[in-house]
């Protein structure tokens, strides 16, 4: 199979972003009409108009902004292992401090520094546990950790986990007293044990949707935390129903501790990624973090 030359869809992908001819020829040390001529020439090939091009500015098209999406992690993948090998010659140093939620510290950042700071000992990690949507830049850390959708869009983002899903669980014990609910109403019913976090102010909503239709349960109850570790045990100790991630709630699931209600209702949906600002201003130390976490799997 013959490999085309990808440097039409990389010169593309850097106008787009910049939303300048003038300030991405420069970058790319071309004139703008030889990079003209380049956006042109892949407009032909492809059969479809890219750009909207106005004596003021540059923006994408429909079409365009599809292929960006496509191209654009893919060279930021690229440009992201080159910069892992060209550090290679340099041994990485110094502290990365990450924000992320308990979930994600736990379930991905704990079992990777594992593998990780052994093989690197000038290397520390400080991993603050934070609910709130930090910004990362004003509180002077490298990274956070959050859902994918979570993401800021000026963040370049890197996925380091699988999909996941909630369970709605409760023990044998409780709904021995309280019939299991069959639909997302009937939690309205039972004595939920909520979380409050600090970005909703208020208790935080349980997620629920089935065959296209979404409900957010805000279901009452005795007890409020804001931790994983007290709802689950509360869960444990017969004193509700709790709303938390599935990976936590399988072992005890097996062993017959929980009873998972709603099941149908808890779809999968976008794990967890690691954001920072501008990978100009990386350090090796975080580059090569940062290839450890990337999630490698389908």
Known sequence: MAYGNFNDLAAFAL????????????????????LSQTIKALEERIGLRL???????????????????????????IEARLVALGELREKPA???????????????????????????????VEIIVDYGLTDIVAEGYDAGVRMGEQVAKDMIAVRIGPAMRMAVVGSPAYFEKYPPPLSPQDLTA????????????GLFPWGLEKDGREVKVRGEGQLVFNNLGMRLNSALDGLGVAYLPEDQVLPYLSAGRLVRVLEDW????????LYYPSRRHSSPALTLLVDILRYRGS
């Open 94 to 124: 110094g502290t990365v401090r990450i924000t992320a939620g308990e979930h994600p510290a736990i379930s991905i950042l704990q079992p990777a520094l594992q593998r990780f700071l052994p093989d690197h000992p000038d290397i520390n």
């Open 266 to 273: 808890c779809p999968y949906f976008p794990g967890y990624h």
């Open 51 to 77: 750009l909207t091009r106005t004596t003021r500015s540059v923006s994408p098209t429909e079409a365009g902004e599809r292929l960006l999406e496509t191209v654009a992690p893919r060279f930021e993948e």
């Open 190 to 201: 039972h004595n939920c044990i909520n979380i409050r976090l600090p970005t909703y102010g």
């Open 15 to 34: 106008v787009a972003k910049e939303r300048s001819f003038t300030r991405a020829a420069a970058k790319l040390g071309v004139s703008q009409s030889a």
